[in-house]
């Protein structure tokens, strides 16, 4: 069992850049896990939503992520997010991960369905169960798949089974993230936000940190937030947070996940295009993305 005192910080939902042919560029890839580590991250998740988990084979993510574990050498932990609706593909995604030394493993409630609790108790379950030495930390996105995972249900997997350590939170419902700390607060579970603007607010009542895709792009900056808060700088903190947050609700305007290899692009991070159908934001769309960078000092004019 990994040390789940390392989940914290902020770990980065890390790009997967692509070729015109959109075959995974391993070498960029590469660079890009060196890149995010000098900019301070605390952990990569490899195929999060930002790493466009839903366009890629099996072997493409499974390949990439052995490229990525490589590259990291073991300097911050790695984790592999799954996405896959069947149970019994969730499984196998998950056992492969563990042999290739995944520090963790990240669980997306099934897209397209509505479960019942039962069902996707059931589904977390025999997911942990098959991985029983590996962290699992739950990922709750209400805004792409169409329904949460209950604050009720959390709480349960967090008792029940052993390996379930954590929750990513993306709901952005600032309630629902302190009621899972508020519930878990007396099991060692790490509650995290999955919303690049609640990093601060999220320290604040009890979260351990943030899983950013921002921090792609703006490593320092967003990592600052933590690190500032952990040392007692709460005022450095809550300014950094602001920062941010401008240029992360930029983003909404465009097609997800675009404005954030959009932004890496900017930079001159060169991480190719998203997998199609969606394309890269274009005219007064990019200007937006251009022009909230400016604004926050993170592109030179």
Not at 33 to 42: R, S
Not at 73 to 100: C, D, H, N, S
Not at 218 to 231: E, H
């Amino acid at each position: 069992m990994m040390n789940i005192d390392q989940i914290k910080g902020i770990i980065v939902p890390i790009i997967t850049p692509i070729d015109k042919n959109e075959n995974i560029d391993e070498a960029k890839l590469r660079f890009m896990v060196d890149h995010v580590i000098e900019d301070g991250v605390h952990g990569i998740l490899a195929f999060g939503s930002n790493g466009e988990f839903y366009a890629f084979e099996e072997q493409e993510m499974l390949t990439a992520f052995e490229a990525i574990i490589d590259q990291a050498k073991g300097r911050v932990p790695v984790y592999f997010g799954i996405g896959a609706i069947r149970t019994k593909q969730a499984v196998r995604l998950a056992k492969k991960a563990e042999a290739m030394g995944a520090d963790g493993i990240s669980i997306l409630q099934p897209m397209f369905l509505k479960p019942t609790f039962d069902e996707l108790y059931d589904h977390f379950k025999a997911v942990a169960d098959n991985v029983p030495n590996t962290a699992v930390l739950l990922y709750n996105n209400p805004g792409r798949v169409g329904y949460n995972i209950s604050v009720k249900l959390a709480e349960k997997l967090a008792r029940d089974v052993d390996n379930i350590v954590g929750i990513k939170d993306s709901s952005g419902d600032f309630t629902m993230l302190s009621e899972l700390v508020r519930c878990t607060r007396d099991l060692n579970f790490k509650v995290m936000a999955g919303k690049d603007t609640l990093v601060f607010p999220g320290l604040c009542i009890g979260t351990v940190g943030s899983v950013c895709s921002t921090a792609n792009m703006f490593g320092p900056l967003v990592t600052s937030i933590y690190n500032k808060y952990t040392k007692g700088d709460l005022k450095g903190a809550l300014e950094a947070q602001f920062t941010l947050n401008p240029v992360r609700i930029a983003q909404d305007k465009t097609t997800f996940p675009v404005a954030t290899k959009d932004m890496a692009n900017l930079l001159g991070l060169e991480v190719g295009d998203c997998v199609k159908p969606v394309q890269s934001s274009k005219g007064e769309l990019l200007e937006t993305l251009r022009s909230s960078m400016e604004e926050a000092g993170l592109l030179e004019k």
